[in-house]
């Protein structure tokens, strides 16, 4: 009878065990596809983030050279404008070439932080 007994309890024991152990599969199988997921939208993510930091790389070269246009001009302005019959308007140009170049640096900075950004995104993910 004690056999019969401890048969019976150890059946519905591994019986217990058995959907317990297919639970845990499953939940398993749900961290690594939710994982999975992550990874890929990590992915996506990174590699927008890398395409607006080519983005911003390219326009950062672009404003470089018109900056460095605009304030070659400027400081033309500024030496001749004392010499010149119509110093106002040319100061007056000097001024507005000015006013470019600042905006200029504004815009390029922005470009900066953004290829900055993606540097450290980019040793952060390759230190992984």
């Known amino acids: 009878m004690k056999k019969v ?3 019976c309890a150890l059946l519905s024991t591994v019986a217990m ?9 499953v939940r398993f199988n749900q961290l690594e596809n939710q ?8 992915a996506a993510l990174f590699t927008q983030k890398e395409q607006q930091a080519i983005a911003a790389q390219k326009k950062l070269e672009e404003q470089q050279a018109l900056y460095n246009d ?3 001009k400027q400081q033309q302005l500024e030496e001749i404008k004392n010499v010149r019959f ?4 040319y100061s007056s140009l000097a001024n507005k070439y000015g006013a470019i170049r600042k905006e200029l640096e504004k ?3 922005q470009n900066e932080m953004v290829v900055a950004e993606f540097t450290k995104l980019q040793q952060i ?3 992984m």
């Open 70 to 72: 605009v304030t070659a």
């Open 5 to 7: 007994f401890l048969a």
């Open 107 to 109: 815009e390029m900075k």
């Open 125 to 127: 993910k390759g230190g």
């Open 86 to 89: 119509y110093k106002e308007q």
């Open 17 to 25: 065990a058995a959907p317990e152990q297919g639970g845990v599969e």
């Open 35 to 42: 994982y999975n997921a992550l990874k890929q939208k990590e």
